[in-house]
C-alpha cells in the first residue's frame, strides 16, 4: 500500500547557505508553532556548540504538517567533517531538498551530498536560497546546477528536478525568482506533489534500520530510524541483527516507542512502516542495526561510511596542575566517555594503544575531533591530547595519503599569498575561475598540508577570504611538507607569571599568557619566530635594592597576549608538544617537562 499521509525529507547542502533558517520556516508555517508563541533563530540547532558557532552538527530529525500530509525533515550538517552524519540518514527518506546559495552557487559540499543521494536514486528538488541577497546570480546558478548534475550523471528525471526560489529568512518561496513569493506553499506543494508516497508492506513481518542513536539517562540508548516494513508494538519481542555483522543477534523488548511531532518526541501505542520514529528498551543497539520481528531476522543494507583521515591521542592528562580543574579525570572516565562516542558517530573511531592511559582516536578532520574535545571539556573532561596526524594507507607497495579538495574565494589581490602558501604545502591548482569581483580557486593538497593553514589564510586574506575543503580521495606520497616554521617559548619554572619576566620574555617572541598566570616548567607560553624553541623565565621578579622601588615595575608595558582558541592551538602543537584539556584552561605543554631532559632526548634524536 501507499502511505499518502506521509513524507520523508532530508535537507543538504554546503554549510552556511541556509538549511537550519528554512527549516525553522518550514516548521512556523507547517503548523507546529502557534501564532503568538516567540521562536529563536536556528531552533534546529539545539546543542550549544552548534548555535555558538552557527553550524549544524548532528542530524536531526523533526516534522511539519500540511493538508493533512506528516512531512518528515532531517536538517543536516553542511560541513565535510560531519559528512559521515549525512550519508547515513538518506537511508531514512525518501527525496532530498538540495539547498544552493543564490550567490556562491554548488561548492564542494554541495557535489559531496548530492552524489551520496543520486547513488540512492533519490529524488531531487533544488531549491535556491538567498535569493533576495542583493548580489544573486539566479540565472547562473541555476546553469551551474545543471551542470552539477551533468557531471555527476545524473539520470534524466534528476536533472529535470523542479527548482524552487526561496528567502529562508523572509520564508517565502516561488518557482519564477521573477515574481516574488508569498509564503512557502510552492515548496510545500513541490514536497507533497512530487515526492511520490512510499510503497510499504504493513502486513509484514516487522522491520526497521536505526539510522542515528540518542541517549537518555531515564530509558537509556534510543534508536531513531524508518521503519522498513510492518508494524510494532509497546512491549513486542523483536530481534537485532546488522547487516555488517552477521554474526550479531541480540534479543529484547520495544519498551518505549515515540513519533517525531515537531521539536517534540511523543509516546504511541504503535509504529507503522514509512514512519520516522524512535525506539528504547534496547541496551546493545548500534547505528546500522536492523530491529526485526522474531519470526523474521532479515538485516536492511546500511550504507558504509567514508573512513576517517585524521587521527589524535587522547591520554590521562599527567602535568603538575592535574586534577585541580576537571570533573572526570581517570582513565576509566576517559574511555568509557570516548567508546560512547563511537555508538553516536559512525565516522569516529577509538582503539586500544601500547599504554593504558592512552586512545588513539581516528575522525574526519580537524573539526570533527575538534569538536569532540570540546564537547567533553564542557562536560567537565580532563585531558591532554597529541598533535594531529593523518593516516596513510599501504596499497601495492606505495604509501598513500588522503588529499583534500580546498576550494577558497578572495579579493584578486590576495591571490598571491595563496599560491605562495599552496607551494610550500604541495597544493596543485585545479581550476581559477571570476566569481563576481573575487577570484574562486580550486587546489587538491595533501590533508597534512592543511593543519595550520585556516588561521594563516584568515590572517593572510585580512579576514575577507571563505575557506572550505572536502575529501578528494587518497594519491601517492607527496614529499616531506614542513609542519611549523616556528619554535616555542617555553616556561623554565614553575610559578605564577609576572610583569618584569613577560616583559623581558616578550622580546623573544609573541606571548600567549599575561600577568598572574599560573605556569609550570615545559609549559608553552608564547611563540618564537625562530625555528628553535626557547626557554624563558616568566616568573622571574625584578631583585630589590635601596635604589630601587617596588612601584618601578609598573612603568613596563605588555604587549596584549595572544589568547588560542582550542582550533588554532590544535593547529600549533608540534610533534613534541601536547595539549592540556580542562574545563577551565586550554595549556600548550612539552612533552617532557624538564628542560634538563627534554635537551638531552632532543640531543639523542628522541624528540
Do not use: W
Amino acid at each position: 500500500m501507499k502511505r499518502e499521509d506521509v513524507r520523508n525529507v532530508a535537507i543538504i547542502a554546503h554549510v552556511d547557505h541556509g538549511k537550519t533558517t528554512l527549516v525553522n520556516e518550514l516548521l512556523k508555517q507547517g503548523g507546529i508553532f502557534r501564532d503568538n508563541q516567540e521562536v529563536m533563530d536556528r531552533v534546529m540547532d539545539s546543542g550549544d556548540l552548534e548555535r555558538e558557532r552557527g553550524i549544524t552538527i548532528l542530524a536531526k530529525n523533526t516534522s511539519a504538517f500540511y493538508n493533512g500530509v506528516k512531512i518528515n525533515i532531517v536538517d543536516t550538517p553542511g560541513h565535510a567533517d560531519f559528512g559521515g552524519e549525512v550519508e547515513r540518514v538518506l537511508k531514512m527518506v525518501n527525496g532530498v531538498l538540495v539547498l544552493v546559495d543564490a550567490c556562491e552557487g554548488p561548492m564542494p559540499q554541495t557535489r559531496f551530498v548530492m552524489q551520496k543521494a543520486l547513488e540512492l536514486n533519490h529524488k531531487l528538488i533544488i531549491v535556491v536560497n538567498k535569493i533576495d541577497r542583493p548580489d544573486a546570480r539566479l540565472s547562473e546558478v541555476e546553469d551551474e546546477i545543471l551542470e552539477l548534475l551533468f557531471d555527476l550523471n545524473a539520470s534524466d528525471e534528476q536533472i529535470d528536478s523542479p527548482i524552487i526560489y526561496c528567502s529562508g529568512r523572509a520564508g517565502t518561496a516561488t518557482t519564477d525568482y521573477r515574481n516574488p513569493g508569498k509564503d512557502l506553499t510552492p515548496l510545500f506543494d513541490a514536497i507533497i506533489n512530487y515526492f511520490e508516497p512510499q510503497e510499504v508492506d504493513m502486513d509484514g513481518d516487522f522491520q526497521m534500520l536505526v539510522s542515528s542513536i540518542d541517549y537518555s539517562e531515564y530509558v537509556g540508548v534510543i534508536g531513531i530510524g524508518r521503519v522498513e516494513r510492518g508494524k510494532a508494538t509497546v512491549n513486542m519481542d523483536v530481534k537485532t541483527c546488522n547487516y555488517n555483522i552477521p554474526d550479531l543477534c541480540n534479543s529484547g523488548k520495544l519498551v518505549s516507542l515515540y513519533q517525531i511531532e515537531g521539536l517534540n518526541r511523543v509516546q504511541c501505542e504503535e509504529i507503522k512502516a514509512g514512519d520516522i520514529v524512535c525506539i528504547s528498551g534496547l541496551e546493545k543497539l548500534s547505528i546500522g542495526d536492523t530491529v526485526c520481528s522474531v519470526n523474521n531476522v532479515e538485516p536492511v543494507p546500511f550504507v558504509t561510511i567514508s573512513e576517517p583521515t585524521v587521527e589524535m591521542t587522547f591520554s590521562v592528562n599527567d602535568s603538575p596542575f592535574a586534577g585541580k580543574e576537571g570533573k572526570f579525570v581517570t582513565t576509566r572516565h576517559l574511555r568509557d566517555r570516548l567508546f560512547k562516542e563511537t555508538l553516536k558517530d559512525v565516522s569516529l573511531r577509538v582503539e586500544e594503544t601500547d599504554s593504558a592511559d592512552s586512545y588513539r582516536v581516528c575522525g574526519r578532520g580537524e573539526m570533527h575531533l575538534s569538536i569532540l574535545i570540546e564537547t567533553m571539556r564542557r562536560a567537565g573532561y580532563e585531558f591532554q591530547v597529541g598533535a594531529p596526524k593523518v593516516l596513510y594507507k599501504e596499497e601495492d607497495g606505495k604509501i598513500l595519503e588522503p588529499i583534500e579538495k580546498l576550494v577558497v574565494d578572495v579579493p584578486e589581490d590576495k591571490t598571491g599569498t595563496v599560491f605562495s602558501s599552496m607551494g610550500v604545502r604541495k597544493g596543485e591548482l585545479l581550476t581559477m575561475e571570476n566569481v563576481g569581483s573575487r577570484i574562486r580557486l580550486e587546489f587538491k593538497i595533501p590533508a597534512r598540508g592543511l593543519f595550520g593553514y585556516k588561521s594563516q589564510f584568515l590572517t593572510e586574506t585580512r579576514g575577507e577570504g571563505v575557506f572550505n575543503t572536502i575529501g578528494y580521495g587518497y594519491e601517492e606520497f607527496k614529499g616531506d611538507i614542513e609542519r611549523r616554521s616556528t619554535g616555542s617559548l617555553v616556561a623554565f619554572e614553575t610559578g605564577e607569571a609576572v610583569t618584569y619576566g613577560l616583559f623581558n620574555a616578550q622580546g623573544r617572541g609573541q606571548l600567549f599568557i599575561g600577568a598572574g598566570t599560573q605556569v609550570y616548567e615545559g609549559m608553552v607560553v608564547g611563540v618564537s619566530p625562530k625555528s628553535e624553541d626557547i626557554s624563558v623565565n616568566v616568573c622571574k621578579k625584578k631583585h630589590l635594592t635601596n635604589t630601587r622601588a617596588s612601584g618601578s615595575d609598573d612603568a613596563l608595558r605588555l604587549e596584549t597576549p595572544k589568547i588560542m582558541s582550542l582550533e588554532e592551538a590544535m593547529e600549533f602543537l608540534g610533534d613534541d608538544e601536547l595539549l592540556e584539556i580542562t574545563p577551565k584552561n586550554i595549556r600548550i605543554r612539552k612533552k617532557t617537562l624538564n628542560t634538563e631532559m627534554r635537551l638531552k632526548r632532543k640531543a639523542r634524536g628522541l624528540e
